[in-house]
T-cell receptor, first 114, second 108 residues
Framework: AAGVIQSPRHLIKEKRETATLKCYPI?????VYWYQQGPGQDPQFLIS???????DKGSIPDRFSAQQFSDYHSELNMSSLELGDSALYFC?????????????FGEGSRLTVL | EDQVTQSPEALRLQEGESSSLNCSYT??????LFWYRQDPGKGPEFLFT???AGEEKEKERLKATLTKKESFLHITAPKPEDSATYLC?????????FGTGTRLQVFP
């Protein structure tokens, strides 16, 4: 079965650079969530989209922006990168925003900021 | 404030040694409690949904239970392949809030 696809899997950037992460949800899933997970930390919710509209927002820095496109894929854009942005970034998808809690997560994108 | 707390932070078990993980929550109007398993460097994988106190769900060596204030994940006769971080989560508006997880290591 198709899963959530994230790219790139690994990304190394310098401070103050920009990075873009992509997420392709499971076919027919219309809701996408972005989470950030630091080493030894629990996943922290960043932002979510339902039907191309932002549905909820968490602790996402102003330097970050995201959007969901007409084909339901989503991109997380991160600018002016800081060392503290180094983390695993997970995308998850579900069918509908007020879901049963069964989110399907991708393998994650590991961002390292040097 | 809505909060999800898990204990213990880490648990080391011998293969076959049963134990329980705890997830306590302070959320008004709970709309379910969810358990996920996460392997190192991987995304969380859904295990169970519990909606009401007294509900139980089972999957292989895992059984999740729910009370009005907490949930337990019971692991019966664990095997080394059960080693992972187990996360519980509750929905808040349109997102899931995760607990800090319990890192389980099962030794042969």
């Amino acid at each position: 079965a198709a899963g959530v696809i994230q790219s790139p899997r690994h990304l190394i950037k310098e401070k103050r650079e920009t990075a873009t992460l992509k997420c392709y949800p499971i076919p027919r899933h219309d809701t996408v969530y972005w989470y950030q997970q630091g080493p030894g930390q629990d996943p922290q919710f960043l932002i979510s989209f339902y039907e191309k509209m932002q549905s909820d927002k968490g602790s996402i820095p102003d330097r970050f922006s995201a959007q969901q496109f007409s084909d339901y894929h989503s991109e997380l854009n991160m600018s002016s990168l800081e060392l503290g942005d180094s983390a695993l970034y997970f995308c998850a998808s579900s069918l509908g925003p007020r879901n049963t809690g069964e989110l399907f997560f991708g393998e994650g994108s590991r961002l390292t900021v040097l | 404030e809505d909060q999800v707390t898990q204990s213990p932070e880490a648990l080391r078990l011998q293969e076959g040694e049963s134990s329980s993980l705890n997830c306590s929550y302070t959320v008004s109007g709970l709309r379910g409690l969810f358990w996920y398993r996460q392997d190192p460097g991987k995304g969380p994988e859904f295990l169970f949904t519990l909606y009401s106190a007294g509900e139980e769900k089972e999957k292989e060596r895992l059984k999740a239970t729910l009370t009005k204030k907490e949930s337990f994940l019971h692991i019966t006769a664990p095997k080394p392949e059960d080693s992972a971080t187990y996360l519980c989560a509750v929905p808040l508006t349109d997102k899931l809030i995760f607990g800090t997880g319990t890192r389980l290591q099962v030794f042969p």
